[in-house]
């Protein structure tokens, strides 16, 4: 990685956030912020100044579909968190990568690269 990216965090358990905020730094990530419900997060999309997110699939029992809807259209890769105990995505995010729980150190650069390309 040439140039530290951004990555927003939209989770809604945070001893997760947090982890995954050292893990990102650790890896040379900046951590743009964190978000912890779909209105929040679909605020924090406008608002931008950001390269990359990884987004929990389920926020306190609210799909995260509307974040990733305005993502896409806003161009901004974006990578699916889950526990693996969901229905598949809506088809608009089928092809995108996936960060299963529990979270290593070792699969979060090779889906956020992925995301990016």
Partial sequence: MTAAR??????????????????????????????????????????????????DVNLNGERIWPV??????????YVLATGGHIEPPPEAHAGVPVLSKPFTLDAIEPVIEEACK
Avoid: H, N, W
């Fill in 68 to 77: 990733a809807d305005r993502l896409a259209a806003k161009g901004i890769p």
């Fill in 6 to 55: 951004s990555v927003l965090i939209v989770e809604d358990e945070s001893l997760i956030s947090m982890m995954l905020e050292d893990f990102l730094e650790s890896l040379g990530y900046l951590v743009a912020g964190t978000c912890e419900t779909v209105g929040d997060a679909l605020e924090r999309v406008e608002q931008g100044d950001f390269d990359v997110a990884i987004v």
